[in-house]
Each structure stands twice: as C-alpha cells, then as structure tokens.
C-alpha cells in the first residue's frame, strides 16, 4: 500500500483510491440497544475512548448493532455486519446530561467489522483502521428481512428484523456529518464522515438477535444481549463518503 499526502490518495491492491471514498448507493439494518455502561467501557478499555453514559446515574450506553450492503461503492460490493459503541469526542468532559442529549454529541467506536470481501477488507484495516475481518453472510429478504454473520465457521450474530413505518423524507434527507472512531495495531483513530439516508423505516423494538458461539457472541452477551431494541431502522439507500482517518494521541 502506497500513500500520497500531498493529493490523499492510496492505492490498495493496485487500485487508486481518492479521497474521500465515496458510496453511491447502499441498504442499511440498524438496532439499537440500551446496555449497562460499565460492561461496554470494560470492552472497549482497549481504545483509550470513553463511552458515552447517560440515564440515572450515568449508568446506561447505547450499542448499535448493523448490517450494510454496500452496492455501488469506490471499494466494490459488500456486506458489512458492524458494532458500534457510542463515544464521548476525545477530549471533551464526561457528559452531564442525564437522558438521551447526552449522545447529541457522541461519536461511533467501531468494535466489530467482519466483511465478505478482500478489497474492502485491506482498505478498512489500511486506510481507517477499521477492524475489518473476513466473515460469511446469509441474507434473508422476505416478509422480515434477516442475516447470520459466520466467523471462521462459527456464528456470531443472528437478526431478524421486522418492517419499520416509513418516515417522512423531510425529516431523514438532510446531510449528516459524523465521526467514527477504530482502533487498531495500537492506534485509535477518527474518520470524518458524511451521509444522506433515503427511504427509512423506524419501529421500536422490531428485531429478534440471536448469538452464537464466536468469541464476538460472547462479547455481545456481556453487555446483556439479547434483549429488546429500543428501536430499529432500515434505509433503502444510504450515500455517505469516508475522509482520511486521523491518529489520536
């Protein structure tokens, strides 16, 4: 892998990237789950990242469990299953808000990254330091829309996700700016990121998660899961793009 700063450009496997890296067009399954805080800080201790508490107590944390199907994209066609943890920015104070405003400002901590593709799979871990692994995926479209992420032939996830109502595109179509966090090889890093989401569905609840007996499972399953959803969503189409990562100190 070659990287040239002056035009931020990397070339992966021979192929040149520009940054940002765009996605043109991709479907996306969410849930969210409400989980003890100090489980969630305990698993991700490894980054040097905070998670971000709220509830009574600042005792809760929020983890969103997801499933990407990246089809047009500069790094190819995908699936991707993700966890992410919601973060307090590095620097910034522990949150005193004591309900869900505490995460207005929060960032993503990506802990779980596993792909079906070797492309994405060596920018991911390359260019963002993503914890991108190699993994199967079975996808069910049909009434309910569901997925088996398997490991190294062992199952890590198992949702089952039931259709959501149609939310108003007012409300959903305007650009989002974020930031993902990643860890890897010893270094924590910060992606900036922008999105717009098309065609999304909410439903509180609405999905069924089983785990099985990949070590990923039994992280899951420190934090409480399964359990219910506080809510889940789908997009029909999501475009986003991907800056260069940036080390934190």
């Known amino acids: 892998m070659t990287h040239d700063t002056a035009v931020s450009r990397h070339t992966i496997a021979g192929t040149v990237l520009t940054m940002p890296v765009r996605v043109r067009t991709a479907q996306q399954h969410t849930a969210m789950f409400v989980v003890d805080a100090d489980p969630a800080q305990r698993m991700i201790d490894y980054s040097g990242l905070r998670v971000c508490r709220f509830g009574r107590g600042a005792r809760r944390a929020l983890v969103v469990l997801m499933l990407m199907h990246y089809d047009d994209t500069d790094l190819g066609r995908y699936y991707e299953y993700g966890t992410n943890v919601m973060v307090d920015p590095p620097g910034t104070p522990p949150s005193k808000a004591s309900g869900f405003s505490a995460l207005q400002s929060a960032g993503a901590f990506v802990h779980h990254l596993p792909v079906d593709q070797a492309f994405t ?34 199952l890590a996830v198992s949702m089952e996700f039931r259709p959501g109502l149609p939310v108003p595109s007012a409300f959903t179509s305007r650009r989002q700016v974020h930031s993902t966090y990643s860890h890897l090889d010893g270094v924590t890093r910060e992606t900036p990121g922008e999105m717009v ?10 999905v069924s998660l089983r785990l099985g007996d990949h070590p990923y499972a039994a992280e899951l399953a420190a934090l409480g899961l399964p359990k219910r959803a506080l809510v889940s969503s789908s997009a029909a189409n999501v475009d986003m793009t991907f800056g260069d990562a940036k080390e934190i100190a």
């Open 121 to 154: 799979l060596e920018a991911g871990r390359t260019i963002w330091g993503y914890p991108k692994v190699m993994a199967d995926f079975t996808v069910r479209n049909g009434r309910q829309f569901g997925f088996d992420v398997t490991i190294d032939g062992r």
């Open 197 to 206: 989401m098309s065609g999304v569905r909410y439903r509180p609840g609405g």
